[in-house]
């Protein structure tokens, strides 16, 4: 009796522990299944850290959901709703989406673009200075504005792509140094020649070449309608396509997979590296279009937009996948963007947001290990119900 009652002592362990394998060991589903228990282990800990500092996790995760505009608040101010600070969010979440993409294809391509902010900076500054300034009407100045964004954002990821290639110089170092170069150098133009004396940034530009409607009056409610946002969602999913059906994208997969392999297969590794990070400097540039001329309106001098350093965080986040990244990037911004009213409701320090963002790029970054011993443990349970069944 005694060995019945252990062996079904023993055995709901292991039905509870095959339940998961099969959930999480299934490949097919492994890019969505990994990144989302990336985020509960995240949000574990970070309920852990709640409840260590004496606050409700349920409270304050809930009024971070309300700061985002994903739940109602109790109380709004005139001309204001969840629909308006869902209308933020989607503004807020749409240079994060673009970044996280530019960093995505560099990835593909075996590349770590860390200058994603410096290419947005010099994006932005670009086109506020060609376009922003220059007070022509909107159906000529937003196109232009993000034409002008995506060319000058792919010059420098073109740059980048370049010395990599025929200097084989990392481009890690590259891009950090042109994040400096770039922000230091706008700095000295903007305070010389465009700075505003009372913001002490640069002059706000002109309304009919920002890529941000604001205040717009629909139903009684004033709210921002992001331009960018529809774009954003067109190009993950075109970006999907173009790498996994298209001959390029298949390049740039097969020379971050092994450059050596795809180099023996005929590839031009070179000419390939330079077009991945054309193209990731090109998104990178309408990122900054729509960071800067979009859900801002001026740039701060000596300051680098964070948005690039959090792309890397929804890169990994999204698995490297276009259409991954669109959730990945949303979930990121409803952290952030909540982060200030759960600080006024929950009595949770502002930073705190920052650091469960910096918890799900830990678990994002452990997605490959993770998925590792998965597959450890399933092979393991394989044996095992082989020997049990052979008994």
Not at 143 to 155: D, E, H, K, N, W
């Amino acid at each position: 009796m005694a060995n019945k009652n252990d062996n079904k002592t023993n055995s709901k362990p292991n039905i509870i522990k095959g339940g998961f394998i099969k959930v999480m060991g299934n490949e097919k589903w492994q890019p969505l299944t990994i990144p989302l228990f990336s985020i509960l282990l995240s949000l574990i800990v970070a309920s852990i850290i709640f409840l260590i500092l004496g606050k409700n996790p349920i409270s304050a995760f809930h009024n971070l959901l309300q700061g985002s505009g994903v739940l109602s608040k109790p109380n709004y101010a005139s001309y204001k709703s969840a629909l308006t600070d869902f209308m933020t969010l989607l503004d807020a979440m749409t240079p994060l989406l673009f970044a996280s993409l530019a960093v995505t294809v560099a990835m593909r391509a075996g590349l770590f673009n860390i200058g994603a902010s410096g290419q947005m900076l010099l994006a932005g500054f670009v086109s506020t200075v060609l376009i922003g300034y220059s007070g022509l009407p909107a159906v000529l100045a937003k196109p232009l504005v993000i034409i002008v964004g995506v060319v000058t954002g792919a010059i420098l990821g073109g740059l980048v792509g370049f010395l990599k290639y025929r200097f084989n110089i990392n481009e890690v170092v590259s891009t950090i140094m042109f994040n400096y170069i770039v922000q230091y150098v706008i700095s000295f133009f903007i305070n010389s020649y465009y700075v505003d004396p009372v913001s002490r940034q640069s002059r706000y530009i002109n309304p009919e070449a920002r890529l941000t409607y604001t205040n717009v009056e629909v139903g009684g409610l004033k709210m921002n309608i992001s331009l960018g946002i529809v774009i954003g969602l067109v190009v993950a999913i075109v970006l999907k396509f173009f790498l996994d059906k298209t001959r390029i994208g298949f390049e740039i997969n097969a020379v971050g997979a092994n450059p050596k392999a795809a180099k023996y297969a005929g590839i031009n590794v070179g000419k390939t590296i330079v077009s991945a990070m054309v193209l990731s400097g090109a998104l990178s540039g309408l990122a900054g279009v729509t960071y800067f001329l979009g859900y801002y309106s001026s740039i701060q001098p000596r300051v680098l937009p964070s948005t690039g350093f959090d792309a890397v965080a929804v890169s990994l986040l999204g698995n490297n996948n276009p259409v991954g990244i669109i959730g990945a990037s949303f979930i990121i911004s409803v952290i952030d963007q909540g982060s200030t009213y759960m600080s006024s409701m929950s009595g949770i320090r502002h930073e705190i947001a920052s650091l469960i963002t910096g918890l799900i790029l830990l678990f994002s970054a452990c997605g490959a290990y993770i998925k590792y011993r998965i597959n450890i443990t399933k092979a393991n349970l394989s044996r095992n119900n082989v020997k049990e069944a052979s008994k």
